[in-house]
DNA sequence: CAGCGGTTCATTTTT
DNA sequence: TGAACCGCTG
């Protein structure tokens, strides 16, 4: 008897493999965090392994919590032992409670990309360089892109060639980082990068964490960067017990700089690794697994993979073409609507999946309109708004007086009279004596000429910060919060504005000092610093709270989620793919490869249903463009799909493609779901097409389903079939195999079809 | 200094 | 469409 004796063979070998270095390459719905759960728990209960010598590192919080989770009800308390957070949030740990040996002020800051872009703008300023050379932007993104690469401000320096903007750039990369530095603040890259340095400088600290962990995990290895997988390959060097589970084709987060080669390299770097493929999905339908297969297969730069399922074929996808963005947002609150007329299906059932968090307008106003209780994931953050960020950011001054864009934040919020002449001279006056702004408060003896009116506002804001500081030190947490709404103003003045929104404002900071309240609670240690950090650490897909709720996201934030009922809308090019995927595959075709991934983890996220759509015309940018089905469309089988029209019949470029996926409202009225396919001998793949007999009625009954198909014999190239929709065509190429063999034909009026046989309706001709 | 109105610009994706 | 930035006025 053993734990892992509830996994698959290759699941179990996953798990059980715990000497030396595995890659677990893991499907969508293959059971990853199954496998690693039990490992962890197999480690613990079955080979005595101490929990503090694991370490695992996943993406994001809330992904931590539900591994967490998962292995307490495995190994109970011992859990609380075991390390498991994201990279981000470790190092955030590792960089305070090494401080010292590391030379850094434990009291450091963490920048989200707010204050980075803050910071920035003062830096671009300071160098005199106008906003039309180098935008804040730009900056920040090319800055960050030095960073992952490992490149000082020196090297960069090094290798930025003659060329002009280089060395202007790395200017600003200086400058940026002296900045930084000043005000005591790391930015997110830093958090990784910094982490590294240091461990590679101090040998001795670097020996205690190999020592420590001896059994590490990763999740999501595919979305790794470089920074990230220096880390990781730091801390094994030791034991070497490394077991990284992800998958190349749910890669999407290299335009981040996440570096795919730390996969497809997994083997040169550790010679010794075992390599375990996990194909089997327990998630999708077959329909929806053949569609993501079809879809991912037009990769070229993959591992190869080939999911497959036990479950019934399930129903068609089905493809919504609108007319406008209104149109498709109707669309899905009808089906919706219809969808949860059967009880199995409650609101939080569904998830509504765009390209681009704009798109969600648009569906907002219908979901409201029709009184839909919903929630979105990725909007603006609790912590990004503005109240919240003000009320952090007195906080954060208390800890770090250097933070000098906190104190900009809020030395005039709310209203002292403190104007940007002010602020501007304050911290020019700060600059020439070596001080950080909040300091220089306290000599303002010395500034000359400075007048008396602005002086007085600036010694009652001086006066304030030091009741503050004093606070802190007698108050708990939540306390100190509300002290500070109230001996700042704040309060005083969103109840003087007496308005809904200020109202609005009024409650989130409650709910912050709640939040604050419910962390001391909870927390061993509940300081000021871990608080902070928590917060800023904390991504928007953690706050996502549990409730009768339909989701709507960005697909990149439905990664590693799963929804019975799952709509992706705003399927059109240069929306999906973007723009800039498309323009940039002019030049290189690969360019397109995440967008289709991003697509393969949107199909794979649906369990039971899926629901695709595009508006041929649309709302962007203020004005009204018309709009061509993304080409992902053409990529899944026909057979799988079932198109409709919604409003008003709309022409469309045909252009030079062979295959639209579209059908007119005509033809499409007539199109009945598919039969499941004919039974086959499949080869070494195992679907089962026992439809439920809920879907009986699905089924054409015209359709012989006990046809024997010899697929060796009428389906060469070549060969002539007949297809139940398109006729009469000629077999012109051939791939795969058993169920997942698809053939290409070419019918009458030189249509060129790819049609998946295990779908097709495929008879002699 | 604050508040206003006008203009411009942007839409990837996020730890 | 909207946020964000700029410049003018009181």
Same mark, same amino acid.
């Given at each position: 008897?053993?734990?892992?004796?509830?996994?698959?063979?290759?699941?179990?070998?996953?798990?059980?493999?715990?000497?030396?270095?595995?890659?677990?390459?893991?499907?969508?719905?293959?059971?990853? +965090? #199954?496998?690693?759960?039990?490992?962890?728990?197999?480690?613990?209960?079955?080979?005595?392994?101490?929990?503090?010598?694991?370490?695992?590192?996943?993406?994001?919080?809330?992904?931590?919590?539900?591994?967490?989770?998962?292995?307490?009800?495995?190994?109970?308390?011992?859990?609380?032992?075991?390390?498991?957070?994201?990279?981000?949030?470790?190092?955030?740990?590792?960089?305070? %409670?090494?401080?010292?040996?590391?030379?850094?002020?434990?009291?450091?800051?963490?920048?989200?990309?707010?204050?980075?872009?803050?910071?920035?703008?003062?830096?671009?300023?300071?160098?005199?360089?106008?906003?039309?050379?180098?935008?804040?932007?730009?900056?920040?993104? =090319?800055?960050?892109?030095?960073?992952?690469?490992?490149?000082?401000?020196?090297?960069?320096?090094?290798?930025?060639?003659?060329?002009?903007?280089?060395?202007?750039?790395? @200017?600003?990369?200086?400058?940026?980082?002296?900045?930084?530095?000043?005000?005591?603040?790391?930015?997110? $890259?830093?958090?990784?990068?910094?982490?590294?340095?240091?461990?590679?400088?101090?040998?001795?600290?670097?020996?205690?964490?190999?020592?420590?962990?001896?059994?590490?995990?990763?999740?999501?290895?595919?979305?790794?960067?470089?920074?990230?997988?220096?880390?990781?390959?730091?801390?094994?060097?030791?034991?070497?017990?490394?077991?990284?589970?992800?998958?190349?084709?749910?890669?999407?987060?290299?335009?981040?700089?996440?570096?795919?080669?730390?996969?497809?390299?997994?083997?040169?770097?550790?010679?010794?690794?075992?390599?375990?493929?996990?194909?089997?999905?327990?998630?999708?339908?077959?329909?929806?697994?053949?569609?993501?297969?079809?879809?991912?297969?037009?990769?070229?730069?993959?591992?190869?993979?080939?999911?497959?399922?036990?479950?019934?074929?399930?129903?068609?996808?089905?493809?919504?073409?609108?007319?406008?963005?209104?149109?498709?947002?109707?669309?899905?609150?009808?089906?919706?609507?219809? =969808?949860?007329?059967?009880? =199995?299906?409650?609101?939080?059932?569904?998830?509504?999946?765009?390209?681009?968090?704009?798109?969600?307008?648009?569906?907002?106003?219908?979901?409201?309109?029709?009184?839909?209780?919903?929630?979105?994931?990725?909007?603006?953050?609790?912590?990004?708004?503005?109240?919240?960020?003000?009320?952090?950011?007195?906080?954060?001054?208390?800890?770090?007086?250097?933070? $000098?864009?906190?104190?900009?934040?809020?030395?005039?919020?709310?209203?002292?009279?403190?104007?940007?002449?002010?602020?501007?001279?304050?911290?020019?006056?700060?600059?020439? =004596?070596?001080?950080?702004?909040?300091?220089?408060?306290?000599?303002?003896?010395?500034?000359?000429?400075?007048?008396?009116? +602005?002086?007085?506002?600036?010694?009652?804001? /001086?006066?304030?910060?030091?009741?503050?500081?004093?606070?802190?030190?007698?108050?708990?947490?939540?306390?100190?919060?509300?002290?500070?709404?109230?001996?700042?103003?704040?309060?005083?003045?969103?109840?003087?504005?007496?308005?809904? @929104?200020?109202?609005?404002?009024?409650?989130?900071?409650?709910?912050?000092?709640?939040?604050?309240?419910?962390?001391?609670?909870?927390?061993?240690?509940?300081?000021?610093?871990?608080?902070?950090?928590?917060?800023?650490?904390?991504?928007?897909?953690?706050?996502?709270?549990?409730?009768?709720?339909?989701?709507?996201?960005?697909?990149?934030?439905?990664?590693?989620?799963?929804?019975?009922?799952?709509?992706?809308?705003?399927?059109?090019?240069?929306?999906?793919?973007?723009? #800039?995927?498309?323009?940039?595959?002019?030049? /290189?075709?690969?360019?397109?490869?995440?967008? &289709? #991934?991003?697509?393969?983890?949107? %199909?794979?996220?649906?369990?039971? /249903?899926?629901?695709?759509?595009?508006?041929?015309?649309?709302?962007?940018?203020?004005?009204?463009?018309?709009?061509?089905?993304?080409?992902?469309?053409?990529?899944?089988?026909?057979?799988?799909?079932?198109?409709?029209?919604?409003?008003?019949?709309?022409?469309?470029? &045909?252009?030079?493609?062979?295959?639209?996926?579209?059908?007119?409202?005509?033809?499409?009225?007539?199109?009945?779901?598919?039969?499941?396919?004919? #039974?086959?001998?499949?080869?070494?793949?195992?679907?089962?097409?026992?439809?439920?007999?809920?879907?009986?009625?699905?089924?054409?009954?015209?359709?012989?389903?006990?046809?024997?198909?010899?697929?060796?014999?009428?389906?060469?190239?070549?060969?002539?079939?007949?297809?139940?929709?398109?006729?009469?065509?000629?077999?012109?190429?051939?791939?795969?195999?058993?169920?997942?063999?698809?053939?290409?034909?070419?019918?009458?009026?030189?249509?060129?079809?790819?049609?998946?046989?295990?779908?097709?309706?495929? @008879?002699?001709?």
């Amino acid at each position: 008897m053993s734990i892992l004796d509830g996994l698959n063979p290759a699941q179990r070998q996953a798990a059980a493999t715990i000497d030396g270095p595995v890659l677990v390459l893991a499907g969508a719905g293959s059971g990853k +965090t #199954r496998v690693l759960t039990y490992r962890i728990a197999h480690l613990v209960r079955e080979k005595n392994v101490a929990p503090w010598n694991i370490l695992a590192v996943t993406f994001t919080n809330k992904a931590a919590g539900e591994m967490r989770e998962r292995v307490e009800t495995l190994v109970g308390d011992q859990s609380s032992d075991i390390h498991i957070g994201t990279f981000h949030a470790i190092c955030a740990r590792f960089l305070r %409670i090494e401080a010292t040996a590391f030379g850094l002020d434990p009291h450091f800051t963490i920048y989200d990309e707010d204050d980075r872009r803050a910071l920035m703008r003062r830096v671009l300023k300071s160098l005199d360089i106008p906003e039309e050379d180098l935008g804040p932007r730009s900056a920040i993104g =090319q800055i960050s892109r030095a960073k992952n690469a490992m490149l000082t401000p020196a090297l960069f320096a090094q290798q930025a060639n003659d060329n002009n903007i280089q060395r202007r750039l790395a @200017e600003v990369y200086i400058a940026y980082e002296t900045q930084l530095r000043q005000v005591n603040a790391l930015d997110f $890259d830093d958090l990784l990068v910094e982490l590294v340095r240091q461990l590679k400088s101090n040998p001795d600290v670097l020996r205690k964490y190999q020592e420590r962990f001896q059994y590490l995990l990763v999740d999501e290895y595919q979305d790794t960067n470089r920074p990230q997988y220096l880390l990781i390959q730091q801390l094994a060097a030791l034991h070497r017990n490394l077991c990284c589970v992800g998958d190349d084709d749910q890669s999407i987060y290299q335009f981040r700089g996440a570096d795919i080669r730390n996969i497809l390299d997994f083997e040169r770097d550790y010679p010794e690794a075992q390599t375990v493929r996990l194909e089997q999905n327990y998630r999708s339908t077959g329909r929806i697994l053949a569609a993501a297969n079809a879809v991912i297969q037009n990769n070229q730069d993959r591992k190869g993979k080939q999911l497959w399922t036990q479950e019934a074929a399930g129903e068609p996808l089905l493809l919504a073409q609108c007319d406008t963005d209104r149109r498709e947002a109707r669309f899905i609150v009808t089906t919706l609507r219809q =969808q949860l007329m059967d009880p =199995q299906y409650s609101l939080s059932d569904a998830a509504i999946l765009y390209r681009t968090n704009a798109q969600s307008r648009a569906l907002e106003e219908e979901l409201q309109r029709s009184g839909i209780n919903y929630i979105i994931v990725g909007g603006i953050r609790f912590y990004e708004r503005k109240e919240i960020k003000d009320l952090l950011a007195y906080l954060r001054l208390l800890v770090n007086h250097a933070d $000098d864009i906190s104190l900009r934040r809020i030395i005039n919020t709310p209203k002292r009279g403190i104007g940007d002449t002010t602020i501007t001279g304050l911290q020019a006056f700060a600059q020439h =004596q070596s001080l950080s702004m909040l300091a220089a408060l306290e000599i303002l003896d010395q500034w000359p000429g400075l007048n008396s009116r +602005t002086r007085n506002s600036l010694e009652k804001f /001086r006066t304030l910060m030091n009741q503050l500081a004093q606070a802190k030190e007698t108050l708990d947490l939540a306390n100190l919060g509300e002290t500070i709404f109230e001996a700042s103003g704040y309060r005083q003045q969103l109840q003087d504005e007496a308005s809904p @929104e200020a109202e609005a404002r009024e409650q989130n900071i409650a709910q912050l000092i709640a939040d604050m309240t419910e962390f001391c609670h909870n927390e061993d240690e509940p300081t000021l610093e871990f608080f902070l950090e928590e917060k800023s650490l904390m991504s928007s897909v953690d706050e996502a709270e549990p409730g009768d709720a339909l989701t709507l996201m960005t697909l990149h934030s439905a990664k590693g989620l799963e929804f019975p009922l799952i709509f992706i809308s705003g399927l059109e090019e240069n929306l999906f793919p973007t723009s #800039r995927a498309v323009e940039e595959a002019r030049t /290189r075709p690969a360019a397109i490869e995440e967008e &289709r #991934r991003l697509f393969y983890v949107g %199909i794979t996220r649906a369990r039971q /249903r899926l629901w695709l759509s595009y508006a041929s015309r649309r709302f962007a940018y203020g004005t009204l463009i018309t709009t061509e089905p993304s080409r992902f469309l053409n990529e899944i089988p026909a057979e799988l799909m079932v198109v409709r029209e919604e409003g008003n019949k709309t022409e469309y470029s &045909r252009g030079a493609r062979s295959s639209p996926p579209i059908k007119t409202s005509q033809q499409s009225a007539r199109i009945t779901r598919q039969a499941p396919p004919k #039974r086959q001998q499949a080869k070494g793949i195992h679907y089962e097409y026992d439809a439920p007999s809920s879907q009986a009625h699905a089924i054409d009954p015209h359709i012989d389903h006990n046809q024997v198909i010899d697929e060796e014999d009428f389906l060469a190239i070549g060969r002539w079939v007949l297809h139940n929709r398109w006729g009469k065509g000629k077999i012109v190429a051939r791939e795969g195999q058993g169920n997942a063999m698809k053939l290409t034909i070419l019918f009458a009026h030189n249509q060129l079809k790819r049609v998946m046989v295990a779908y097709a309706q495929l @008879e002699p001709a």
